[in-house]
């Protein structure tokens, strides 16, 4: 703070203190009797000690500095009350603040000077009656560097207490924004993942029906197509419905396991897609609800995908389980397509099926293999959205292999 605009309640304790100091030197009021000093002397102490209080803020230490000086040429005057209470305010103030070192060690100093002055004076005076000028020294240096310690402390507790406060709500916030876009993201996969099959198929149907003059052709479209709108209706109502979570009166959607794989196929045939299955589970405990969600998603995906981009041909549904893992293999051939109907793709199918498969700390990929056993295969390599190549490889296929660990012990 500049030395021409003190604070405003340092200006009013300065004030204060030289008003009441004029006003008791008037009066004729003084602290102490048969000092060489005396008179207007008493006003210099006074004056210099009121001139400091402007900086109490913006100098403490030099301000206490100088004060005690002004205490001590007090000594030699009368004494004036004013001046000792305005330096008791200086000690107090450089202690507040002054810097950290300052605030520690003077706390420390007035108590040793305490106690060493009441030690001196009643060995000099050899009377009780010299404890009382310890006492006075104490009031005078010690009770207001201790009592700015406390103030200080107090401060810095709130300070900190303020400033966790606010982490606090920053963390806060910064965990609000990650679930909603977590949330976000898992509404993005389901959406897809429930009516994005229903819809391409529909897409390559509808394109069916109005490239071909074939009644026939277009009825059997027709009825695909009717088919799928309803069932992808079905799905989205049920979605809608896990969103509304005020509806006490909605009943839990059912979470597609592995038990529905059959439908999945069945589906897929009716689009015209060959589907062969090999599930080789042994019988037993049903699978983590997660895991088979995940399974059953990754299926259909694969599915679709086949269903969009997929070269003539069988596609191959293999789900093992073994040694604490579930592995989901679907291939389809590689290869190029034969013009006609297809539906565009976006990619969102596999970075789902990524998604999906990293949550459960499983590994995934997806990509052109040079045979069915899985050699040489790219982690989200090739087409969009797991297209066919156009390289036409024969004996090449496209597949989706991803291992979803069932005993919970998968990486985070």
Same mark, same amino acid.
């Given at each position: 703070m500049s030395l021409l605009r003190p604070h405003r309640d340092d200006a009013r304790i300065a004030a204060l203190g030289l008003v009441g100091g004029l006003l008791l030197w008037a009066l004729g009021l003084h602290n102490q009797a048969g000092r060489p000093l005396g008179g207007a002397w008493v006003l210099l102490p006074l004056v210099v000690t009121a001139a400091l209080e402007l900086v109490r803020r913006s100098r403490p230490q030099s301000a206490l500095l100088a004060g005690t000086l002004a205490l001590v040429a007090d000594q030699f005057t009368?004494?004036? *009350?004013?001046?000792?209470?305005?330096?008791?305010?200086?000690?107090?103030?450089?202690? *507040?603040?002054?810097?950290?070192?300052?605030a520690r060690r003077i706390p420390v100093a007035a108590g040793l000077l305490t106690v060493t002055a009441t030690i001196g004076f009643v060995a000099w005076y050899r009377t009780p009656e010299a404890l009382l000028i310890g006492v006075v020294i104490g009031l005078v240096a010690f009770a207001p560097a201790t009592t700015g310690a406390l103030v200080r402390n107090h401060q810095a507790a709130a300070e900190s207490a303020r400033l966790h406060a606010q982490q606090t709500a920053l963390l806060a916030e910064l965990d609000r924004a990650q679930a909603v876009t977590a949330e976000r993201t898992r509404m993005a996969r389901e959406l897809h993942d429930m009516v994005a099959n229903r819809l391409s198929a529909i897409a390559i149907h509808s394109t069916a029906a109005l490239s071909r003059d074939d009644p026939r052709t277009t009825a059997d479209a027709l009825a695909v197509i009717r088919e799928n709108s309803v069932d992808g209706l079905t799905e989205m109502r049920r979605l809608i419905g896990l969103l509304r979570v005020d509806n006490a009166d909605l009943e839990p959607a059912t979470v597609p396991t592995l038990d529905g794989i059959p439908a999945l196929v069945a589906n897929a045939r009716a689009n015209g897609l060959e589907v062969i299955v090999q599930d080789t589970r042994p019988p037993g405990p049903g699978l983590p609800p997660p895991v088979a969600l995940t399974a059953y998603r990754i299926t259909q995906e694969s599915l679709t995908n086949a269903l969009k981009h997929a070269a003539p041909g069988p596609v191959t549904v293999s789900l093992v389980q073994l040694d604490g893992a579930l592995t989901v293999r679907v291939t389809s051939p590689y290869g190029d397509r034969p013009a006609g109907p297809r539906a565009p793709g976006s990619g969102a199918g596999l970075v789902g099926m990524r998604e999906r498969t990293a949550l459960l700390g499983g590994s995934f990929r997806a990509g052109p293999e040079?045979?069915?056993?899985?050699?040489g295969g790219a982690d989200g390599a090739g087409p969009e959205d797991g297209a066919g190549g156009a390289d036409g490889a024969d004996g090449r296929v496209w597949q989706v292999y991803a291992v979803l660990p069932t005993d919970g012990k998968g990486a985070p």
């Open positions: 009368v004494g004036s *009350l004013a001046t000792v209470l305005m330096f008791t305010d200086l000690v107090y103030a450089a202690t *507040l603040y002054g810097s950290p070192a300052a040079d045979s069915a056993d899985g050699a």
